[in-house]
């Protein structure tokens, strides 16, 4: 047969195959590939993942698919073979390389590689045989999975003497600039990520090369365009360094966010040199008052005063116990009119508002002026009574309908002789929706009860069992209701 090339498979399969099984090629489809004498073997992925071998010599082949061979899996596996023989494990030279382990040594790797860890890294194998390229097509494959990560990692990890800056920084390139091709590193189902390991392992391989001038420039352009934060655990690995050694952190310095910096700085009792980053850098305000707080806390409300970001100044107030000047300061967010501070501030400091009966005055009318229902109800219970009543007004407003139903107990207790009609009002709309709403309507019921007298509650429920006489389900709930 004639040496191996395209043409050569293109004459055996035939122009159909081979432009299915080159696109397979091309799509990364070829999962791994070995050869064991003229004989190559590998994985392919299609509607499954197939199992396919080929003869070099003169073309014969198998495969698990349903055609059995002659087919694209076989084209896509022997044009992996022709482009990329540097990636095809040589089983040969496994053989060879196990025959010199000991007894326990093999029982050691059958272990690790059932537990799923990568097998050739376990048996040694030496620089040429660390192949982050094939990394980089698992990647372009788009089928990465927590595990096929964490046995990245631990390659890395084990043979990161062995592979080259470049590699480093080329897969460290794919996976985080082109992460959203594979999901980056996101588990819908846990709602987690698990890009750790692997930045982790990356970040202690970089940490032991001689970065130049350059490789630190590439660095601080990856990380800068990191858009989901997955090169954290790289920047902690790179910083367990730069604890050992303060020439590699002046280094590397630059083009590390600032809070890593400072947090860094503050940890080794650098103090001053964290001020200067933080006059240096170009932070918003918010972070730069945060970061001054560990650093210069007389700073950090100087500069929050100047950028009116009182929260920042009332948490101060709150922690050292001068609550006369928090209070202060939340009547200046008030008067102010910011909006997003007050609304964070209701939120954060309910019980030091709640105390006071006339900062809980001032902070509900704000709130409601602005339409916030929900925060101005959880001062409920410390508010004069003419702001109940404002309180209410603003329930039975048209634009507030979809949330009535939320303050019914404040409607009893403001407006009973309309309860009865905006209950049934609510509950109406609930039985519409059907059965699986029923439950809803006998917690409506449950809340009014406590607020209504029993002939009243008990005419509502009369009145629902005629109307929907039908709906025995419904029936049966709201009858247990009765007092």
Not at 50 to 72: A, Q, R
Request: with cysteine.
């Amino acid at each position: 047969m004639k040496a191996l090339d395209k043409n050569v498979i293109l004459d055996r399969f035939g122009h159909s195959t081979f432009d299915k099984g080159r696109e397979y090629y091309e799509e990364n489809r070829v999962l791994t590939a070995f050869i064991n004498g003229d004989v190559l073997k590998g994985k392919v992925l299609g509607t499954e993942v197939y199992h396919t071998s080929v003869s070099l010599s003169d073309l014969s082949n198998e495969c698990s698919c349903p055609l059995g061979g002659e087919c694209k899996h076989v084209v896509a596996l022997l044009l992996f073979y022709l482009n990329n023989k540097d990636e095809v494990t040589d089983l040969a030279e496994l053989k060879s390389k196990l025959t010199k382990k000991s007894k326990d040594d093999l029982i050691d790797i059958i272990i690790k590689a059932m537990e799923g860890e990568e097998i050739l890294p376990l048996i040694g194998q030496d620089e040429k045989d660390v192949k982050i390229g094939s990394f980089i097509k698992v990647f372009e494959r788009g089928n990465v999975d927590e595990k096929t990560v964490k046995n990245m990692a631990n390659t890395i990890k084990k043979s990161k003497n062995n592979i080259s800056k470049e590699d480093l920084f080329r897969l460290l390139e794919k996976i985080v600039l082109e992460c959203e091709h594979f999901g980056c590193f996101y588990d819908d189902y846990r709602d987690d990520y698990y890009d750790a390991p692997i930045f982790e392992a990356i970040g202690e391989a970089l940490a032991e090369k001689d970065l130049s001038h350059e490789d630190i420039e590439r660095l601080g352009k990856i990380i800068r365009e990191d858009q989901h934060q997955l090169t954290e655990p790289l920047i902690d690995a790179l910083l367990d360094r730069a604890k050992q050694d303060k020439e590699f952190f002046r280094s590397i310095k630059k083009i590390l966010p600032a809070g890593y910096i400072v947090y860094f700085l503050i940890e080794n009792k650098m103090y001053d040199e964290a001020k200067e980053i933080l006059k240096e850098r170009d932070l918003n305000p918010s972070m730069r008052i945060d970061l001054l707080k560990l650093v210069d806390p007389e700073e950090a409300l100087k500069v929050a005063e100047e950028n009116k970001k009182y929260t920042s100044i009332i948490q101060h107030y709150i922690e050292t116990k001068d609550y006369d000047k928090a209070k202060a300061y939340i009547r200046r967010a008030i008067d102010e009119n910011l909006k997003d501070q007050v609304q964070e501030i209701a939120l954060t400091y309910k019980n030091l508002i709640s105390q006071d009966r006339e900062l809980s005055n001032k902070i509900v009318k704000y709130l409601l002026k602005e339409g916030s229902l929900w925060s101005a109800y959880s001062f409920y219970g410390n508010i004069d009574e003419d702001l109940k009543d404002l309180f209410v007004e603003k329930v039975l407003e048209p634009s507030f309908g979809i949330y009535r139903q939320e303050f019914l107990d404040v409607i009893c207790e403001r407006k009973p002789e309309i309860l009865k009609d905006i209950l049934l009002e609510i509950v109406e709309v609930k039985i519409a929706a059907g059965a699986k709403a029923y439950d809803g309507v006998v917690q409506l019921l449950e809340k009014v009860k406590k607020c209504m007298n029993k002939e009243d509650f008990n005419k509502i429920l009369d009145q629902l069992e005629r109307e929907h006489y039908t709906k025995y389900k419904l029936i049966g709930k709201i009858s247990t209701l009765r007092q």
